[in-house]
C-alpha cells in the first residue's frame, strides 16, 4: 500500500533505505525518547528494515522517494502496551531535520484515514513519554483525548511515565 499526501508519499520500507535510516536513527535524540537505541551502523538499520519495519501497516514517511521518517500501525500483539485484543497502536518519529513542518501530522492524518475507512477500525492508541513534549502536541493536533497514565521501561532500565491516549472513528 502507497499513501500519499500534499507533500509526502507513505510506502513500503526498502532495504535500500539503510543509509537514510542510519542516518536519523543514529541520532540520540530520535530514539531514546521514542523507546528505541540509536542506531550504531549502516548494518543495524538495515537488520530493523527487514525485521521491525517489515511489519504490516508500517511505512517510511518520504520525501521525494527519501526516507525521513516513520509511521505504523501497531496490532496487537505487537503493540507497545496492552490495549485489549483488538489493540491498534500508532508509533511515529522523524529526523530533527523535518522537526517543526507539520509532517508528521500530515502523514498521520492520512494513515488514520486509511486505518478507520480501509482497515475498518474502530479505536487507535498511542503513547508517548510526558518529557515528549513534540510527540503530545502531534497526538493532540491529531484530536487524540487523554486515556490514562502508564508506566514503562526505557532501553537503560529505568521506570519511565507516559501519557496513553486515545482517538476514536
Not at 510506502?11 to 535510516?21: I, Q, T, V, Y
Not at 540509536?38 to 538495515?46: I, Y
Request: glycine share 8%.
Amino acid at each position: 500500500m502507497i499513501l500519499k499526501t500534499e507533500r509526502l508519499v507513505l510506502r513500503p520500507w526498502k532495504e535500500s533505505d539503510a543509509e537514510c535510516l542510519y542516518h536519523f536513527a543514529k541520532n540520540p535524540k530520535i530514539g531514546p525518547i521514542g523507546g528505541w537505541p540509536p542506531h550504531e551502523s549502516v548494518d543495524e538499520s538495515l537488520e530493523i528494515i527487514k525485521t521491525v519495519f517489515s511489519k504490516k501497516e508500517t511505512y517510511a514517511i518520504t520525501i521525494n522517494d527519501n526516507a525521513i521518517g516513520a509511521i505504523g500501525l501497531l496490532f496487537y500483539p505487537y503493540t507497545n502496551h496492552f490495549w485489549g485484543e483488538d489493540g491498534v497502536e500508532l508509533g511515529y518519529w522523524i529526523g530533527e531535520e523535518y522537526w517543526g513542518q507539520g509532517l508528521v501530522v500530515e502523514a498521520a492524518e492520512e494513515l488514520l484515514k486509511h486505518a478507520f475507512e480501509d482497515l475498518k477500525v474502530e479505536k487507535i492508541h498511542a503513547s508517548c513519554r510526558y518529557e515528549n513534549h513534540q510527540s503530545k502536541r502531534v497526538l493532540e493536533k491529531l484530536r487524540f483525548e487523554y486515556f490514562c497514565d502508564k508506566e514503562n521501561t526505557d532501553i537503560y532500565g529505568n521506570e519511565t511515565r507516559e501519557m496513553a491516549m486515545f482517538l476514536e472513528k
